[in-house]
């Protein structure tokens, strides 16, 4: 029986983190109304002129840099022609004669140990709008709001086997394009779409076999699903004859679990490129080149080395923060304020995580910055705040964030406005304390005849009083000494 | 330019020429031959590819959003328009 080899290459489209689109200043952000975000340039009216935005430019080349690849120091945008209703200037401004970054690899792990999956190119173009099918009048709907926000192409050569690679490929994207902040990278937000390419030959076998791509994949299962069936597909076709393999473009449908033809792939002729004359060429010179090196971050697990050899972070907290930019940032800020490495990992993989879980965010969401999470753990570890207030304020911040308020800079004064730091008057815990005593004497003297555990719902009874505003230790002595006087 | 590559522009063009207007791009492009044999024999071995004919590099914009213009503006323009979408015959 014959051994055969799957053979992949991916083209992952990246919806790059900007304010505005890629050649106009409309809003990158598609969640809104029908056709709200859209002008006349990405609308295609005739006689519009693209502007290409800066930071575009900036995000893929860092994407470039990320991925280890070559950065091409002119850079040029081209049109790609094709004809449908997702793309009014019917062609799509991309990047074909001279893509802003070639070359390069990414390192996966593999059963077998590491293995390199060479990068053959990194582009920027513009997406396509939004196409509704409408059942009452079978038309269709076009949303434009889409249109031209910037993507990255991320086309690598085939040199994956499996599903498992494929699956470790995507993830170290995912991984080191968040940590660079090119992306939130989210595939159940669309904002990372993977086209796979596949082919089957005999184990051993040079020549590649007939290729299908699948277009569009959004969850890394339903991709691994696809190739599964794929594989099989091209096996039975190749040793039953059971159908006559074309290169094409097919479709996935994931609740049949079959793939199905959409039609037969052009090529690269069909889409007719040339130089788009309206955008000038990018030249990076080294100025340029560098300040986008210099600020390429950390990779993750330099990061996680780091936390744990040289701040002495134990593994299970440093890899719990090195799954995210974000808890990374924060962490470190907290620490710049002062708090200790321990505390600010534990509010961070406890309270903040919790948080976000609660509200189905993930983690590079988290909106709290370090700086204010290390005023917040001196505050509770000052005795200025109880634990249970320290968390009411943290999801208290959340809820700025959420309502798109700048989060305050004096966090002391926040929880003194909010009405959460403990109270300074000894007065105050007196007269509570001397209250529910008052109010229950069977347990005082309970306590008094010698049963400690007693003291608890005397406590207790206290804060609830005090609504938790207040230094726990100091109230526990006061309660202990008010007791003990009999 | 031969017949079966024009008919392959037209479908990638989404066009249906008569067989009348095929004849006269054909012959317009007969006509040009001698220009595109002249064109082709030029010898550009170890000529550097013109990236663009204007001395001009580095035209960008900052990433800042602005106002979107006005959707019913926009709407005017399409041939029909639904609930705030253009609207056009069924592709899918």
Known sequence: MTAYETVIGLEVHIELATNSKIFCSCTNGSDADPNTHVCPACCGMPGMLPVANREVINLGMTAGMMLN??????????????????????????????PVAVNGHVTIETPEGPKDIRIKQIHMEEDAGKLVHDNLTFTTLVDFNRTSVPLIEIVSQPDLRNADEVEAYLERLRTLLRFAKVSGARMEKGTMRADVNLSVRPAGSQELGVRTEMKNMASIAAIRRAIEFETARHIDAIENGTEEL?????????????????????????????????????????????????????????????????IGLSEYDASALTQSRAFCDCFEGAMAAGAAAKDAANWIITNCAGILNKRGMTSDELPVPGSALGQLIAL??????????????LETLFDVAERGEAIPEDIAAFAETEGLLNSSDTGELEAVVAAVIAADPETAQAYRDGREKALNPLFGA????????CDTQVLRELLIAELNKG | MDRETLVKLEQLNQLSLTSQEQ??????????????????????????????????????????????????????????????????????
């Open chain 1, 380 to 393: 509770v570890d000052g005795g200025k705040l109880s634990s249970a207030n320290g968390k009411r304020l």
């Open chain 2, 23 to 92: 004849d006269e791009v054909l012959a317009f492009f007969a006509a040009r031959e001698a220009d595109w044999e002249a064109l082709a024999a030029i010898d550009t071995e170890n000529i550097e590819r013109m990236v663009h004919v204007r001395p001009m590099t580095n035209v960008l914009r900052e990433d800042v959003a602005s106002q979107p213009f006005d959707r019913e503006d926009l709407l005017v323009q399409a041939p029909e328009s639904m609930d705030g979408y253009w609207q056009v015959p069924q592709v899918l």
């Open chain 1, 69 to 98: 690849c070559d950065i091409n120091r002119t850079t040029t945008f081209d049109k790609k022609s094709y004809y449908y209703p997702d793309l009014p200037a019917s062609y799509q401004t991309t990047q074909w004669f001279a």
């Open chain 1, 462 to 469: 206290c804060m609830q009083q005090l609504k938790g505003k």
């Open chain 1, 246 to 310: 074309v290169q094409e473009t097919r479709g996935w449908n994931d609740d049949a679990g079959t793939s199905f033809s959409m039609r037969t792939k052009e090529t690269a002729g069909d889409y007719r490129y040339f130089p788009d004359p309206n955008i000038m060429p990018i030249v990076i010179d080294d100025e340029w080149f560098d300040r986008i090196k210099a600020s390429l971050p950390q990779l993750p697990e330099e990061k996680l080395e780091h936390y744990m050899a040289e």
